[in-house]
Structure formats: C-alpha cells, structure tokens
C-alpha cells in the first residue's frame, strides 16, 4: 500500500510526532509518497522508512497510491484538494494545526489512524464541491474548493452591489462587503462566522451568506446545490476579489461569474468513533456550558 504525505511546513516541535507518524506508517508497512519540498525539510531531521519516494505535481499521484495524509491544520487539508483533484485517492488529515475541524485526527491518534487505514477500518465521508465558471481564466486548471467561493470589494474600497441569480432567476441584491456560496462542508468555516447556518454534510445544498451586509433584513438562505448561481456586480473600484477556499485572485468587477456543484466528490477518511455532531461539540464548543 502506498500513501502520499503532504503538509506545508515543518516545525521544530513537531519533531517527536512527525518521527511517531513515519515509523508507524514503516511498522504498518504502508510506503510513503512525499511532497518534495517538505521531504526536502525533513529529510535530515527524520528517519524515514527505506521505500520513501517523493512527488512534486498533482499527475504523480498515480493509482497505485489509495490515499493523501494531511500533517497540518484544516488549510493545509484544503491544499490537499487541489493535488487529488478527481483521482479516487482518499484524504486524511492529521490536526497540527489549531482547530481542526477538517483535519479532525488528533497527533495522539496517529498511531491508530495508520492502523485503521492498513486494516481498512475507517469510514469515507463523501463531500460534494462547488465549481466557479468565468468569461476568464480563475484558479487555473484546479476550479474548484471544498469549502466555498467568495466574491469580496478591495481592502481599502467601499461596499460593493452583488446581483444574485438561481439558474437565470433573480434571487437578491446584496449591498456588502462581500458574498459567499459555501458547501455544506464549508458552512463551518468562513460562512458560520458571517453568522451562516451549520449545514449537515450529506444535506446536497448551497449556503449564500452576506459579508457585513448594508441591509438589517437580509439573513443566510439555503438552497438546492443542483442550481447555478450567478452574479452580476457593481462596485466604484475597477476591481473585486474572488476567493476558492484559501485562494485569491483579483478580477475586473465586470467578470461573468457562476458557481454550481463540482461533477465529481471528495472522500474524507475519519475514524469510527468520530463524527459530524461529536466534531461540532468538541471543535465549535456546541452546547458547552461555560457556567460549569
């Protein structure tokens, strides 16, 4: 069995931990497939199993490989995405991060996450995308986030006038600082802290949630991710921000946008004890009485 290991950076204090994840995959007897600039930064600071091969682009990963383990934080795991692309290789995350939400398997769980994935005792989570159609190029060959896209004014600009539309169908005109259309996967992230809903994963719909709208009665709305939404925007800067998970581009305001649901899914390795409402309790605090 062979797993391709990404992250972005290697810490002085992950040492121990790193160490603990690479002698573990050796023990399981699974070969790793690193990522050039991080084996790079290892290389001398960790003892790596003999049959370690790197990669540096996403057509390396070939079908020999089942999975791509994530050593970071939620946006590394999002970094993960656009190297599996539509290949049938799993993702797993291992939390060295902060939060992880996404990268929901803990360093202590290591040794146990690389057991479940050699004895193949582990559960997939399906989770569905959103894909961007423009009249320009955006995010190269890679058009597609597992959390959301956003349509953002300048740092230094006023709010912008966002037209939206439900397959050719006006929806509303948000006077904002900015508009997002998130996954269900997404609607933890930059859309919860806009005050957006939590979604349920398996849920097939769109969270279109305002950035520090203008207007008192505009609210979240979710709807069907079987519609196209697009966008019209007015805005006295020449130009906007689009953004792709962690992604950013800056676009002529009078771009043709449109966003609808990537043709193929993402699978997400988790642990059997693990789940949607145990993550929503222990990462997002949920319930938690702060008076005990």
């Not at 995010?139 to 004014?153: C, D, R, S, T, W």
């Not at 953004?243 to 771009?255: A, P």
Request: proline content about 3%; aromatic content about 8%; hydrophobic content about 40%.
């Amino acid at each position: 069995m062979k797993a391709a290991i990404y992250s972005r950076i290697f810490e002085d204090d992950q040492q121990d931990d790193v160490q603990l994840f690479f002698s573990a995959l050796e023990k399981e007897k699974i070969e790793p497939v690193v990522a050039q600039h991080y084996f790079e930064q290892i290389q001398h600071r960790i003892k790596l199993p003999s049959t370690t091969s790197v990669f540096s682009t996403s057509d390396q990963l070939t079908e020999e490989i089942e999975f791509i383990i994530s050593l970071g934080g939620d946006g590394t795991l999002l970094d993960t995405i656009t190297l599996v692309r539509d290949k049938k290789i799993s993702i797993m995350g291992v939390n060295f991060g902060r939060l992880g939400f996404l990268a929901s398997i803990g360093k202590n769980e290591v040794d146990e996450a690389v057991k479940a994935i050699s004895k193949r005792s582990y559960i997939l989570d399906k989770r569905t995308m959103i894909h961007v159609d423009a009249n320009v190029p955006l995010f190269g060959n890679v058009p597609y986030g597992l959390n959301e896209f956003a349509i953002h004014k300048r740092d230094v600009d006023s709010m912008i006038k966002i037209h939206a539309y439900l397959n050719g169908e006006f929806l509303n005109s948000y006077w904002a600082d900015g508009l997002l259309v998130s996954t269900p996967t997404g609607s933890t992230g930059y859309s919860l802290s806009c005050n957006g809903p939590v979604v349920f994963p398996e849920s097939g719909s769109f969270v279109i949630t305002a950035v520090s709208p203008h207007n008192l009665n505009v609210r979240p709305i979710v709807v069907p991710d079987d519609n196209i939404i697009s966008f019209e925007i007015e805005s006295r800067s020449d130009d906007i921000i689009c953004s792709l998970d962690s992604r950013r581009e800056l676009v002529s305001k009078n771009v043709q946008l449109a966003v609808r649901k990537e043709n193929f899914d993402i699978s997400l390795v988790r642990l059997r004890e693990n789940n949607f409402l145990k993550t929503l309790r222990n990462k997002l605090t949920w319930g938690l009485d702060k008076r005990n």
